[in-house]
């Protein structure tokens, strides 16, 4: 009989990972879906200076419950474990053999304890979320686990920063097993990619939304994809449940913007931040998810309507490209009032020789206008400082949109607040937040500190934002077209909505619990 078991994520939002096991047999297939990291968890216990050890490998990871104690991590991990910490390694679970991880899209609760995984285990994930993961992996500025997919640093480290690496492969199409199958469907979220999966096995099948929205530019192919999962008659349903918790956020918990709008459609974002650019009269700056490319296109939208220039950071360019590449439409990287805009880093200048990676280099020369792969890498490094301290329309710097900052929308992160100290913002400017509101204490503590930034500048500030999920009823729709016969809440601290709506078929899971289908 076919099983499985949330090994995280089951009443928390984020940090999901999921064994199925397609029977008991040590001959049965094992799979795991996602493995993310819970932010839940890494808050309970750490902050921004307290961090788990990564020289210590496995250990604050296993001990804090960030990892469950399975055996099924990389070779050199484990090898370290059974050094330093025996009694601890003898209490790792033996999973059996893991076939592969599939991967439902590409934010960090899905993905973001991967990099922990055998080595020998092959992740699986659609063509466009494996183009994102591959980018936001290769413009990584930090080395911590979270954001390492495919390519890791062996320990113990001790010095040569020795790598491994692990096979991600693109979904193509079902994916045949002796005892399951397995198949991708695609989903609207707020990240490109993004999918749910039909599991089918001797006996029955299962179907894991992922995560899901129907009210985004892509809300049609999770419309479609509903419709074809209900046609197989799935005898289970694992559905996330974000937006099950209380619909607003606390008052304490949003107090960083002037005013304050939540919507359930990308259109009415880009109406409500049409209207609030219209009337900025200096610089305007937009705030969201970098893997979130349809409110870049929402935002190159405004920037259109109200005669600005899109300013967008290099590793944002090069996901736009990655995705595009994957097939995935988004904004057009050719468009002349689209432009690239370089931070000061390494000499505290605009130094050619502080762009240290090939792929920002190759992605200022191509905004210059030039073919990076017509120079070898020497050629590339000069050819960019000439690029950043000559006159290039689509390639600017502080001192550019500083002079002329009613011309521009800058899509800049909270990590990137402290360009306001080069940027100057004039009496009018405007800082559009447009990603998910605070709904714990740590989010608030940022939301202080980005409140204090704008103060600061005199920015005026607005919140603006749909969710990346379905809203309730939604969700309830979702469980009344595919009818099955049982239903397991995950991705959420209100599972009981469900039971409230759908009594005894819903059933409500902990973390740790094998459940027999």
């Not at 080595?119 to 591959?134: H, Q």
């Not at 693109?170 to 002796?178: Q, R």
């Not at 605009?350 to 191509?366: C, H, M, Q, V």
Request: net charge negative; with cysteine.
């Amino acid at each position: 009989m076919a099983r499985f078991t949330m090994l995280d994520g089951a009443t928390t939002i984020g940090g999901t990972k999921l064994l199925f096991e397609a029977g008991s047999s040590p001959r049965s297939t094992r799979l795991l879906f996602d493995f993310g990291l819970s932010y839940a968890t890494m808050g309970e216990y750490f902050e921004e200076f307290l961090t788990p050890r990564m020289s210590a490998g496995l250990t604050d990871y296993l001990v804090t419950g960030l990892l469950p104690r399975k055996r099924f991590y990389r070779s050199d991990l484990m090898s370290l474990l059974q050094e330093m910490q025996p009694g601890l390694a003898d209490q790792l679970a033996d999973p059996g053999h893991i076939a592969t991880c599939f991967i439902t899209h590409a934010h960090v609760d899905h993905t973001g304890s991967i990099s922990f995984l055998d080595e020998s285990i092959p992740l699986y994930a659609t063509p466009v979320t494996a183009a994102v993961l591959r980018a936001v992996e290769e413009t990584q500025f930090t080395t911590g686990p979270e954001n390492g997919v495919t390519d890791f640093i062996i320990r113990p480290n001790l010095g040569a920063n020795k790598h491994g690496q692990r096979a991600l492969l693109d979904l193509t199409g079902p994916v045949e097993f002796p005892d399951c199958r397995i198949t991708s469907f695609p989903v609207d979220h707020s990240i490109p990619g993004a999918c749910a999966y039909l599991i089918e096995h001797d006996g029955g099948s299962l179907v894991y939304s992922g995560d899901l929205r129907f009210h985004g530019r892509m809300g049609a192919a999770t419309r479609d994809s509903i419709a074809r999962l209900a046609a197989c008659h799935p005898d289970a349903l694992l559905i996330e449940g974000t937006n099950l918790r209380a619909p607003a956020p606390s008052a304490n918990h949003d107090t960083a913007f002037a005013r304050r709008f939540a919507f359930w459609s990308e259109e009415e974002v880009e109406a409500r931040a049409y209207e609030e650019v219209r009337q900025a009269g200096g610089l305007v700056i937009a705030d969201f998810g970098m893997k979130d490319l349809d409110r870049l296109m929402t935002f190159q939208r405004v920037a259109h309507a109200t005669n600005r220039r899109l300013a967008i950071l290099p590793r944002d360019a090069l996901i736009v490209q990655r995705a595009q590449e994957a097939g995935y439409p988004t904004i057009d990287l050719l468009d002349p009032d689209l432009v690239l805009y370089i931070k000061r880093s390494g000499s505290g200048t605009y130094d050619g020789k502080d762009i240290e990676k090939d792929w920002a280099r190759s992605t200022i020369l191509r905004f210059s206008g030039q073919d990076p792969e017509a120079l070898d890498a020497a050629s590339r490094r000069d050819a960019v400082g000439d690029v950043l301290n000559g006159a290039c329309p689509r390639v600017v710097r502080a001192t550019e949109v500083t002079a002329h900052q009613s011309d521009y929308l800058l899509s800049l992160g909270y990590w990137d607040i402290q360009e306001l100290c080069d940027l100057q913002p004039v009496p009018g400017s405007l800082y559009v937040h447009s990603s998910a509101e605070a709904f714990n204490e740590e989010m608030s503590w940022s939301q202080e500190r980005l409140a204090r930034w704008l103060s600061l500048s005199g920015m005026d500030s607005v919140h603006i934002h749909a969710s990346g999920h379905a809203p309730q009823e939604d969700l309830f729709q979702v469980v009344e077209q595919l009818a099955p016969r049982k239903v397991f809440p995950i991705h959420t601290e209100h599972g009981e909505r469900y039971a409230e709506r759908f009594g005894d078929i819903v059933h409500l899971i902990a973390n740790g619990q094998q459940v027999s289908l």
